[in-house]
DNA sequence: TACATAGTGTTATATTATAACAACTAAAAA
DNA sequence: TTTTTAGTTGTTATAATATAACACTATGTA
């Protein structure tokens, strides 16, 4: 009920590029997944950069800003790519999508100094992951 | 004394698009700088991308990294460039360097469910400024 | 059917960013 | 003072990321 966003009929390339990106255990790059596609018809970066926004825009992926890359949503209660939190390894530049009630609860609360609030937000934090600090 | 990173020494290019960013009422775009900078003899990209680097690091300045542009510190408590947040209005783009204790507090202490703490963040905030809102 | 909305395919181009290399400069170590 | 070193500079070329514009097609709905 609350995932309706996640119920959206995906178009032909969407539906191509987004199955790339959910099996995907990394985030993926425009133009990394259009080699990827381009067995299966799709040859423009257009036609990867329209799908990418329509699945940003319902939700289905996110894209990690500081890396220019896309990542599938795994994280049901990121409300239609309004709030989102990812953990990035700065070694190995593994990427999780943080899902924490608290933060969530925290930033969608956080007013600035005049009192303003804000409809969305995105945050990126930068560290090592665990096999990467064992190293 | 605590400002230690604000006090280095900056090369003739560094000063000069320094300036230019200072000056800014909202945040610049690396070659919005260069065809600003061009008569006074900057005159390829990388001379710019190679100030701005340095700038970032040092934190004299933050990479907005959803727009893709610039913004002087305006914050004496985002210890250079690890710990950063914005405001950013999605009508006039106007950028707002946040500082609120509270929410750097929260955010450095933040560990996620592995329990790992992270060294760095950044964070967007997105919605409608003041006047915005009003129009 | 016919209308509106969204998606497609295509070519061209704009925007953002880095590689590679030779030369220069300032600071400090010898 | 000379030498070394690390950092910066200037330059050309190119890579990587992203959008404009336009004609056409599919799909759902009235």
Redesign the interface.
């Given at each position: 009920m609350n995932k309706m966003h996640k119920e959206h009929n995906l178009t032909k390339n969407q539906k191509i590029i987004f199955d790339l990106i959910d099996k995907s255990s990394q985030p993926l790059k425009a133009y990394s997944i259009l080699y990827n596609v381009q067995k299966k018809g799709i040859k423009a970066p257009l036609q990867v950069y329209r799908a990418l926004d329509k699945l940003v825009e319902i939700g289905k992926i996110h894209k990690i800003?500081?890396r220019n890359a896309f990542i599938a949503c795994h994280n049901s209660s990121c409300q239609v790519a309004k709030a989102t939190a990812f953990?990035i390894c700065e070694i190995c530049e593994k990427v999780?999508e943080?899902s924490?009630a608290g933060?969530s609860k925290?930033?969608a609360n956080?007013k600035?100094?005049?009192g303003?609030?804000?409809?969305?937000?995105?945050?990126?934090?930068?560290?090592?992951?665990?096999k990467c600090t064992l190293k």
């Open positions: 800003e500081s953990s999780t943080i924490s933060l925290y930033l956080f600035d100094k005049d303003m609030k804000y409809s969305k937000y995105n945050l990126e934090f930068f560290g090592l992951c665990k």
